[in-house]
């Protein structure tokens, strides 16, 4: 049975720091690949970073481009993303999600991923 949830949200000023943490477990076949979206009220969910099953791709959206990295660890079953430098901009709930099956490419096509978390809620503010 497929596991797959967020930690690590929190309230934090501009500038700050924080780390998401993916745990995704129960797959028939290891390493999904997995990606981070997030949403605001009103507005659709969005790409934020994914990595493939063996980190051979990352992709990140240009708004986090040089402020989140995403990694993994394949013998812990979780994936991690590191926020810095947060904007206001940076609020919403973030979700993680992961593909079935592994693959060395990962993209946002948001139909792409079978399991969703339940989202973890950022807030950048002072």
């Known amino acids: 049975q497929v596991h797959i949830g967020e930690s690590g949200g929190g309230l934090v000023q501009p500038g700050g720091s924080l780390r998401l943490s993916c745990a995704a477990s129960?797959?028939?076949?290891?390493?999904?690949?997995i990606a981070w979206f997030r949403q605001t009220p009103g507005k659709e969910r969005e790409g934020v970073s994914c990595?493939?099953?063996?980190?051979?791709?990352?992709v990140y959206a240009d708004s986090v481009k040089g402020r989140f990295t995403i990694s993994r660890d394949n013998a812990k079953n979780m994936v991690y993303l590191q926020m810095n430098n947060l904007k206001p901009e940076d609020t919403a709930v973030y979700y993680c999600?992961?593909?079935?099956?592994?693959?060395?490419?990962?993209?946002?096509?948001?139909?792409?991923?079978?399991?969703w978390g339940q989202g973890t809620r950022v807030a950048v503010s002072s």
């Open positions: 999600a992961a593909q079935a099956y592994p693959s060395a490419w990962c993209g946002f096509g948001f139909y792409e991923y079978d399991y």
């Open positions: 129960g797959f028939t076949l290891d390493y999904p690949v």
């Open positions: 990595i493939s099953s063996s980190a051979s791709s990352i």
